[in-house]
């Protein structure tokens, strides 16, 4: 099973910067695409931004080119820096990881993996 641990919410002012960060750990056997998303209160999850193996990115309209993802492949560890925070970025972040993993049986499965959630306030 593939745990996720994420670090770096809080409160900051609106134009500051936030850096989460989520590291996986498990029998990991590959990953594939690592993300991050958010849930705003009274609304739905919605992708923030995404990375694949290659490095291509996604981004939300709303946080193009003030946000940024960025992975490290040794350590399993996604990163999202954000810049220009703006109070409607106050939401409940969550990493979602997708791979593969060495299953009990010596095989190897597909999972799909969530963080805890970690809490950005935006607030002056």
């Not at 670090?7 to 134009?15: M, R």
Request: aromatic share 10%.
């Amino acid at each position: 099973q593939v745990q996720l641990v994420e670090s770096g919410g809080g409160l900051v002012q609106p134009g500051g910067s936030l850096r989460l960060s989520c590291a996986a750990s498990g029998p990991i056997f590959s990953i594939n695409t690592m993300g991050w998303y958010r849930q705003a209160p009274g609304k739905e999850r919605e992708l923030v931004a995404a990375v694949t193996p290659g490095g291509d990115t996604n981004y939300a309209d709303s946080v193009k080119g003030r946000f940024t993802i960025s992975r490290d492949n040794v350590y399993y560890t996604v990163y999202l820096q954000m810049n220009s925070l703006k109070p409607e970025d106050t939401a409940v972040y969550y990493c979602n990881i997708q791979g593969k993993i060495y299953l009990h049986n010596g095989d190897i499965g597909p999972y799909d993996s969530w963080g805890q959630g970690i809490q950005v306030t935006v607030s002056s």
